[in-house]
């Protein structure tokens, strides 16, 4: 029995574990468990598939039970994250957009949060037959789009900025994400890969700058960091490829 042939699923199983878990840790409020869980499981996504060039492996159950484990935890859980915070906002008594009976027919507008879900659901599905993006991106990855949706509750729990708190309490400002989200899961952006499939620097220098760039961000502005650096993302890709077509 090979076991080396195994041992990139199982990470991929314990990716989907850690969606199932950050779903049970939404639902019990427990929003920074839920990121921790989120963080884990795009941590176990990025080594299976290592492991599993490494161990030369690789094959489509892989890439098929990737994508399953990935619309878990990079596609539901964002999207019952946003629907939640959309509710929560609706349930607070003291806020201007608290659901009355008056208004009884705006509670639709938390499910709007699943939006995400669904393009996250088109975004895996067109990935595993595109096969453009074997080296690189077209829309944003879903684990990165996941990470921007999960770090709101973490910015309004930490962060003592009153103006960036009323920002993200604003229902208007989280479908204006919702929407935004869905587009550039789909859009036709070329962005550079993020997985190093070998620690070369010659070969992976953008992706290794970028890495430490973000990490030393993150230190320094803590969860509001993250949105930053997907922006940063998408825009050094698209110089980059400014950059490479005048070349």
Not at 130 to 143: H, K, M, N, Y
Not at 205 to 214: A, N, P, R, T, Y
Request: one cysteine or more; hydrophobic letters at 55%.
């Amino acid at each position: 029995m090979n076991i080396k042939k195994h041992i990139p699923n199982l990470i991929t199983l314990l990716n989907l574990a850690a969606g199932l878990l950050a779903i049970i840790a939404i639902f019990k409020g427990y929003y920074d468990e839920a990121f921790i869980f989120v963080c884990l499981g795009i941590f176990f996504d990025f080594w299976d598939g290592f492991l599993a060039r490494k161990f030369n492996v690789a094959g489509p159950l892989g890439v098929q039970l990737d994508s399953l484990a990935d619309m878990v935890t990079c596609g539901v859980v964002p999207g019952l994250m946003m629907f939640v915070l959309f509710q929560n906002i609706q349930e607070d008594s003291t806020s201007v957009y608290y659901l009355t009976e008056e208004y009884f027919y705006m509670g639709f507008v938390p499910y709007l949060g699943f939006l995400i879900t669904l393009a996250s659901c088109y975004r895996l599905a067109k990935f595993n037959i595109d096969t453009r993006q074997t080296d690189s991106f077209i829309g944003l990855p879903t684990p990165a789009n996941a990470l921007v949706i999960m770090s709101i509750p973490m910015i309004q729990y930490t962060n003592d900025s009153e103006v960036l708190n009323s920002i993200l309490y604003n229902p208007y400002v989280l479908l204006f994400i919702t929407i935004l989200s869905s587009y550039i899961l789909n859009a036709e952006i070329p962005l550079f890969s993020l997985k190093i499939k070998e620690f070369t620097w010659a070969k992976y220098k953008m992706q290794i700058l970028f890495l430490i760039g973000s990490l030393l961000s993150f230190f320094i502005l803590g969860f509001v960091a993250i949105p930053l650096i997907i922006i940063s993302y998408v825009l050094v890709s698209v110089i980059s490829n400014k950059m490479m077509a005048k070349a």
